[in-house]
């Protein structure tokens, strides 16, 4: 006989039973109605469980549970959520979404035990506290993100009658301080890299601020070498999603803005026609052991196989760590991009469209304390415009 007891809500009663589920292995507490108001009904309600705990199959019960209840714990609701959202975001999306709720969130609502028509902001706000103490505010502020949403659609369903995310404060984002390569150190890396078999990644990337889903994205019907013109249309990526990890193809960019048309210059001409040309050669020689899947993408391996992103990174810091020069991120050779362009003058718009920014803010909130040409130009005006009195060197305060 499964434990429970009864439990009042909204002038009723609900029958609260606990066991541990033959499946999972897990406690259950499901909440189920009486159909009895709580006036004048406590004898008849507590009959009632008295038979309902007698009678009550868990197999059987587990398996009828195909719908959602407010009654069920968060940790399960945020299961369910998962499997629902799955369907309308992207892959990437759903993959982090699934990745910070089943390692984070989950296993700490579930230790606590709270239900979904139970939940309060405090113990949210309680959750957060604990996670500062381990992770960044900004990773929290993501954290914030998933579980804002999960209890949106709770809210749009008609289980819980308001968002209890809404009540929580948020920790301030810490704005991030990019780092990057100057121009010397953008030529000891190259140099380091020098034969490498990602060399001309490396480079593109430092010289187009590409992402690294642009860069490995790149397809030769996107590079027009007649009216020299590479187009970024395309991406790649990786994505983990229940325990299995993919590779990502879409034809789009990250945003509307990111869709742009490079220039392309001769020196990469002639090593992508290079590249072209090597890779036919590959075809040739390894016959029906050359991938062929993957051969309308530039950034392939000898045997046509695609370059994972994971992969191309891990080779970037082995260059830079074998060769002592100072660790930066893959992605940090977009931001060198950024600033070797502001270092030489030009305009904020223009570096704008070349990274294939959405919108000039973006870009200026990233690079703006590094705009030290336009704070000189400001300085000079400044000291033009102003004239000061003269005094004696040996004035006094």
Known sequence: MVAGHLQEKRGMYYMVLSYVDPDTKKRKQPWIPTGLPVKGNRRKAEKLLSETR?????????LQQGEISEHMYFADFLEAWLKIVKPTVAVTTFSSYQSITRRRIIPYFRETGVTLDMLQARHIQSFYL???DRVSPTTVIRYHAVIHR???????IDLIDFNPADKVERPKKVRYIAEYYNLEELQQFFEACRGHRMALIFQMTAFYGFRRSEVLGLKWDSIDFDRNTIAIKHILTQAEVDGKRSIIEADRAKTQSSVRSMPLVGDFKEKLLAL?????????VCGNCYNKQYS???FVDAMGNILKPATVSENFKEIIHKNGLKPIRFHDLRHSCASLMLANGIPMKQIQEWLGHSDISTTSNIYAHLDFTSKINSATTMENVLKFPECSANAGW
């Open 276 to 284: 072209k040309e090597q890779q036919e050669h590959n075809k040739l």
């Open 54 to 62: 007698k009678t009550f199959d868990k197999q059987e019960y587990s």
């Open 130 to 132: 604990q996670e500062l």
């Open 296 to 298: 309308d993408y530039v």
């Open 150 to 156: 999960a209890l949106k659609y709770a809210v749009k």
